[in-house]
């Protein structure tokens, strides 16, 4: 009988810490890697995946997304957001404070945590939201991977844009805090400018260059200030790039999304509210420098800031479809894709997608392919090409940006805690993921 507590993946291309390949074998039990290389014995007993013609890379760690659980589990909910991690080769994942109800006490943050240990089938973290009325919370829940600050595009209390109050935040504690960058005055006065217009690719208009900026730079002017630790979410403009380029101290990090690396406004007459997401996508020639600051190290890692809405809500129309666009299915195909294109390595790739957020939010033992280490892992085909297909997608919304896109690199076999969560088309809905454990960390 074959014992899944014992696992043994025969002959794939193994990455490696040091950014080679490996072709050889990795023997994993109890949820660890055991050990990595060639022609290692496997027991009568052990489940053997053969994993040859794959790349195994470390399980992907997806540092952004809203899964919409408690309170908007018409768009998404814990069981269908991490059935389509599994299906992308997401293991891991940190989840948004921008629920119902918000994540802004630790009675929120254990209802989530409870939730996520009878749904989730991927492993867990959360983040809790700041209000400009709960700095004890800020400074005590626990476990969280840090403080979320929308200082833009959201509603009610989790909106935290003045500076006085930021200044609050960043002075008290040393846990990370993660910004949504946007200028909410800002973009409430050119809201007013643009009144009446109805067509989708205002939004990048409404929401312009200058409104990130102000905001980055605000972030940046607090994180100096109290030498703060700081990451700037989904960093969408050259702009911002630049100026991170020229002053970003040792303690700050930033993330790109694949959106805004491959997409950009040609997509509004394409897919129309589809495109729309929070902060918006920019002109080809923003695509350009941000890859560039990836390449570069200035930006440090990737998450798809993945935002569910239904299909109706984004019919709405704008200026009431709301901002938001999937992701987890499709992060991992997409990034190799363009590594396959020669735009950069597949060890580039799994470094911002999984050592790169673990080594950014102190997710210990998770991000590497070697002995001791968590088995969260992912099998690719690297050979071959397949459409996004809607009706294979896992996630409730039931749509994508990026529906038709022949990409490569599509997992194959998915592992959480050293258990098969998804093989070839097939999830094992019995699995269940682990809450993150966070080392403090002040300083990257
Ligand atoms: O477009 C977005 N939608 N950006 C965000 O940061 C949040 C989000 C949402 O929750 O829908």
């Excluded at 009446?196 to 605000?218: C, M, R, Y």
């Excluded at 709301?322 to 363009?338: A, D, H, K």
């Excluded at 099998?379 to 996004?388: A, E, G, S």
């Excluded at 094992?428 to 002040?442: C, I, M, P, S």
Aim: with cysteine.
């Amino acid at each position: 009988m074959s014992n899944q507590n014992q696992l043994l993946i025969r002959s794939s291309r193994i990455l490696l810490p040091n950014d080679e390949f490996l072709v050889g074998d990795v023997l994993i039990s109890s949820g660890k890697i055991l050990s990595v290389g060639t022609e290692l014995e496997a027991a009568e007993d052990h489940y053997i995946l053969d994993g040859t013609g794959l790349t195994l890379l470390p399980g992907v760690i997806d540092p952004q997304v809203h899964f919409r659980e408690p309170g908007l589990e018409h768009k998404e909910d814990l069981s269908t957001a991490t059935r389509a991690c599994a299906k992308g080769g997401v293991t891991s994942f940190l989840e948004m404070p921008n629920t119902r109800p918000s994540t802004t006490t630790q009675a929120a943050l254990d209802d989530k945590l409870r939730r996520s240990a009878q749904k989730c089938l991927v492993n867990y973290g959360f983040f809790i939201g700041a209000t400009a009325n709960n700095l004890a919370e800020l400074l005590t829940a626990q476990p969280a991977c840090g403080i979320k600050i929308f200082m833009g595009s959201a509603r009610g209390e989790l909106l935290v844009g003045e500076e006085g109050v930021l200044d609050r935040i960043f002075a008290q504690g040393d846990r990370l805090i993660a910004v949504h960058a946007e200028d909410q005055a800002r973009i409430n006065a050119r809201r007013r400018e643009f009144a009446g217009n109805t067509d989708p690719a205002v939004h990048s208009e409404i929401q312009d260059e200058e409104a990130a900026l102000n905001a980055t730079k605000l972030a940046l002017k607090l994180s100096q200030k109290y030498r703060r630790r700081l990451h700037i979410l989904h960093l969408s403009t050259g702009v911002e790039a630049e100026l991170l380029r020229q002053t970003k101290p040792s303690w700050v990090t930033a993330e790109v999304t694949p959106q805004h690396l491959l997409l950009n406004t040609s997509a509004y007459g394409q897919i129309g509210t589809l495109a729309q997401m929070n902060p918006p996508l920019r002109s080809p020639a923003n695509n350009d420098i941000l890859w560039q600051a990836l390449l570069d190290g200035v930006i440090d890692f990737i998450a798809t800031d993945h935002a569910p809405h239904t299909l109706e809500e984004k019919g709405k129309g704008y200026p009431h479809s709301p901002s938001g666009m999937p992701g987890v299915e499709t992060s991992l195909p997409l990034m190799l894709t363009q590594a396959m294109e020669g735009r950069c390595t597949v060890g580039q790739v799994s470094r911002w997608m999984s050592a790169g957020p673990a080594q950014a939010y102190g997710i210990v033992n998770k991000g590497a392919i070697a002995p001791g280490w968590d088995a969260d892992l992912v099998l690719v085909d690297l050979d071959t090409y397949r459409p996004v297909l809607l009706q294979e997608l896992e996630t409730k919304c039931g749509w994508s940006p990026f529906e038709g896109w022949n990409l490569t690199g599509w997992p194959v076999v998915t592992i959480v805690g050293g258990k098969v969560v998804y093989e070839k088309g097939k999830i094992n809905k019995e699995v269940r993921g682990n809450a993150l454990n966070f080392k403090a960390l002040n300083h990257v």
